[in-house]
């Protein structure tokens, strides 16, 4: 687990999953029942909102900021100005650690997903949400027919969904 993520972070993130995965004993997709049970059309849609501004995220948090924290006014004014001033700086830095936060969460969760997909669904997963590639081009990619590359999608949106859903993502 990663305390704070950096470009390296954001970078290396496909390949931890995919040695995570290739390393992963005893992984299947998921069966018909299960997949038909948590599966829902918008899963997908969803999943890529939260990627894409996953993905989005690295260009915001990994930029450092250094921000003069010393104030040019005395202890006296601020106490008798009114508590309903804007602090633009301030909110800017709060958002700014909140999506930092919720990226090294979404992170690690990741990882962790990593040892629970096959190694097609890692494939498929950094392909589509990563690699922002088709679904004919990912199965290109892994030799297989679009039929199979289906079972493979559905199994892992549905992972990801419940993984998401143990932390409250979706």
Same mark, same amino acid.
């Given at each position: 687990?990663?305390?704070?993520i950096?470009?390296?972070?954001f970078?290396?993130?496909p390949?931890?999953?995919?040695?995570?995965s290739k390393?992963?004993?005893y992984?299947?997709?998921l069966?018909d029942?299960?997949?038909?049970?948590?599966?829902y059309t918008?899963l997908? #849609?969803?999943?890529?909102?939260?990627f894409?501004?996953?993905?989005?995220s #690295?260009y915001?948090?990994?930029k450092?900021d250094?921000?003069?924290?010393?104030?040019?006014?005395?202890?006296? &004014?601020?106490?008798?100005?009114s508590?309903?001033?804007n602090?633009k700086?301030?909110?800017?830095?709060?958002?700014k650690?909140d999506?930092?936060?919720?990226?090294?969460?979404?992170?690690?969760i990741?990882?962790c997903l990593s040892?629970?997909?096959?190694y097609?669904e890692?494939?498929?997963?950094?392909?589509?949400?990563?690699e922002?590639?088709s &679904?004919?081009?990912?199965?290109?990619k892994l030799?297989?027919?679009r039929?199979t590359?289906y079972?493979?999608k559905k199994?892992?949106?549905v992972?990801i969904k419940l993984?998401f859903?143990?932390y409250?993502?979706?």
């Amino acid at each position: 687990m990663i305390e704070e993520i950096s470009n390296y972070n954001f970078i290396e993130l496909p390949d931890i999953m995919l040695n995570n995965s290739k390393n992963a004993k005893y992984i299947q997709l998921l069966s018909d029942s299960i997949i038909k049970y948590y599966y829902y059309t918008d899963l997908k #849609k969803d999943i890529v909102n939260i990627f894409r501004k996953f993905v989005y995220s #690295k260009y915001l948090i990994t930029k450092k900021d250094n921000f003069n924290l010393k104030s040019n006014t005395n202890s006296f &004014e601020l106490l008798t100005k009114s508590n309903t001033i804007n602090d633009k700086v301030g909110d800017y830095i709060e958002k700014k650690i909140d999506l930092s936060i919720w990226s090294k969460d979404l992170y690690n969760i990741l990882v962790c997903l990593s040892y629970r997909l096959t190694y097609e669904e890692t494939t498929y997963l950094i392909s589509s949400f990563f690699e922002s590639k088709s &679904e004919e081009e990912i199965s290109e990619k892994l030799g297989i027919c679009r039929k199979t590359l289906y079972k493979i999608k559905k199994s892992c949106l549905v992972k990801i969904k419940l993984e998401f859903d143990k932390y409250n993502f979706i």
